[in-house]
């Protein structure tokens, strides 16, 4: 079993920034794709960024964040800047083990919190 831990979250000025994190366990992360999930109260669940060769983004967040990822740390980041209010949410790591689009393993998530 995989276990992902996010870090990072907190309160933040709107246009401020902030560097999330998710460290996972085992031996074949370099091997998955790793996506950053958000979910606002009252809203369903997105994809924010995903990267397994490649990074891919919401259109919501291209420009502002960035994802990118350390295999020998088992380490994703998020880089969030030119934060805005609706970008507060909770934000999830999860791990796609085969590329096929279903992300089996997935972190508690971590606040992020941006104030206008």
């Known amino acids: 079993q995989v276990q992902l831990v996010e870090s990072g979250g907190g309160l933040v000025q709107a246009g401020g920034s902030l560097r999330l994190s998710c460290t996972s366990s085992?031996?074949?992360?370099?091997?998955?794709?790793m996506g950053w999930f958000r979910q606002a109260p009252g809203k369903q669940r997105e994809l924010v960024a995903s990267?397994?060769?490649?990074?891919n983004y919401a259109e919501s967040v291209k420009g502002r964040f960035t994802i990118s990822r350390d295999n020998t740390k088992n380490t994703v980041h998020l880089q969030m800047n030119s934060l805005k209010s609706e970008d507060t949410a909770v934000y999830y790591c999860?791990?796609?083990?085969?590329?096929?689009?279903?992300?089996?393993?997935w972190g508690r998530g971590t606040q992020v919190t941006v104030s206008s």
């Open positions: 990267i397994g060769v490649s990074a």
């Open positions: 999860a791990a796609d083990r085969y590329g096929w689009g279903r992300y089996e393993y």
């Open positions: 085992g031996t074949l992360f370099s091997t998955y794709i």
